[in-house]
């Protein structure tokens, strides 16, 4: 994990492919402004706590005590608080533009939320964050603001994507690099021979038994095998880098299918989101009080674990 944080540190922030402009006309106990929204030092530190818990923490290892480098994680949770509290302005300004508002049912449940969050926190992790519950229904209602405007951009996505596009099939495969070897193939395989013994003998594929969908395959493999019925043998396929046996062992494997499908629609929903958002951020006005937020150090302290205020989130919001 440290790996991946380490060689993932964002170089500045950014809102969507914009960067921020960094100034300091700003309050001490002020941490942005995009447009005329303000970000205080007590929200800050709310999603920086709840991130230092959840990124320092992996297989029940404490991060921040085994790393080498302890500064490298503190910048990337930094980075990443700083990069999800402006996208949540941001969606709340384009939001306020399309003349979005949250229901008075999902105001209650914003209200539930804080309550129920800011109750599951100790004194010292209040202290810490210096935050209050009516401080946390804001963010909630924000936070909520926001995802209503990514539900209503990306919606009808999932319609779009059906069970043939996200087809995964088993399959097992004979690739070989020549024609000479590949007639031998096709002769043992009109023989009779099992495909398994043919493919120990001949396949040059790293493996023989293999699962892929749409786009996994040289198109004329996919082509051929994907009309293949369960243990129908293709004949040979030739491509661009040599030549193919496919034998289908499972036309549909459903639960493969489903995780591609929504694979599919989560990039597709970032692609319908992103069309919108970059559009709109690249004209808003921002500044940021790099000089208070230098100064904000990660506090390491064993009493200090709450990581839940996305769980909570999702409890209320999504029941």
């Not at 809102?15 to 995009?34: H, M, N, P, Q, Y």
């Not at 706590?49 to 930094?78: P, R, T």
């Not at 999800?84 to 539930?112: G, H, I, N, P, S």
């Not at 021979?193 to 699962?211: G, H, L, P, W």
């Amino acid at each position: 994990m440290l790996l991946v944080t380490t060689a993932t540190l964002c170089s500045g922030c950014k809102l969507g492919k914009t960067a921020v402009v960094f100034t300091t006309t700003l309050s001490d106990k002020e941490v942005f402004r995009i447009e005329k929204e303000v970000c205080s030092i007590e929200e800050a530190r709310v999603y920086l706590c709840n991130y230092q818990n959840i990124y320092g923490n992996a297989y029940g290892v404490n991060l921040w005590e085994h790393v080498s480098d302890s500064h490298s994680l503190e910048d990337y949770v930094k980075n990443i608080t700083i990069s999800e509290l402006t996208r949540v302005v941001c969606m709340d300004e384009l939001a306020k533009k399309q003349e979005m508002t949250l229901t008075e049912e999902e105001k209650d449940k914003a209200a539930e939320a804080a309550a129920a969050y800011y109750a599951s926190l100790s004194k010292k992790e209040i202290a810490y964050m210096d935050v209050s519950e009516s401080t946390l229904e804001s963010m909630y209602e924000d936070y909520a603001l926001a995802q209503k405007l990514y539900r209503s951009l990306t919606d009808g996505v999932n319609e779009e994507v059906s069970d043939d596009e996200a087809r995964i099939m088993e399959a097992m495969q004979i690739y070989v690099s020549s024609k000479e070897k590949a007639d031998k193939v096709k002769a043992d395989l009109d023989a009779g021979r099992d495909f398994t013994a043919v493919a120990t003998d001949y396949n040059e594929a790293s493996k023989i038994e293999i699962t892929f969908g749409r786009g996994d395959m040289p198109s004329q493999v996919e082509k051929a095998a994907f009309e293949l019925d369960d243990d129908a043998i293709s004949g040979c396929i030739k491509t661009d880098d040599g030549y193919y046996f496919i034998k289908c062992t499972n036309k549909f494997n459903q639960e493969l299918t489903d995780a591609n499908k929504a694979n599919i629609v989560k990039k597709r929903e970032k692609e319908a989101f992103d069309d919108v958002y970059d559009s709109f951020v690249r004209g808003l006005d921002s500044t940021m009080n790099e000089k208070l937020w230098d100064q904000v150090e990660i506090k390491q302290d064993k009493d200090i674990t709450t990581n839940s205020f996305f769980e909570v989130y999702d409890e209320y919001f999504q029941s």
